[in-house]
């Protein structure tokens, strides 16, 4: 059993640097892209600004403009990220 352990122990750090990276990259692209949705989900429907239910409209259309606004740099920054892939 100890063989095994350490067999794996040795086999992660073997990995390339490069491959290494890529899973850095995939990691990173998932986590800030589900950030991105629990804070526009939070914002939305925690805070109730997806809809506007007796306030001033105004506030419901800075929402979206905010979440697509974001939503550009997101994907900006996922196809910078990618592109050197």
Same mark, same amino acid.
């Given at each position: ?12 750090? +073997? ?7 890529? *899973?850095?990259?995939? @990691?990173n692209s998932i986590a800030i892209t589900l ?18 239910? +007796? ?7 800075? *929402?979206?403009?905010? @979440? ?9 920054y996922l196809y910078r990220t990618w592109k050197?892939?």
């Amino acid at each position: 059993m100890h063989y095994l352990t350490h067999s794996i122990f040795f086999m992660e750090q +073997g990995w390339d640097p490069e491959i290494k990276r890529f *899973f850095v990259k995939i @990691m990173n692209s998932i986590a800030i892209t589900l950030l991105w949705m629990m804070a526009c989900a939070t914002a939305g429907l925690y805070f109730q600004l997806a809809y506007s239910n +007796g306030k001033p409209v105004i506030y419901t259309i800075i *929402f979206y403009f905010l @979440m697509l606004a974001t939503l550009f740099l997101l994907i900006r920054y996922l196809y910078r990220t990618w592109k050197n892939a």
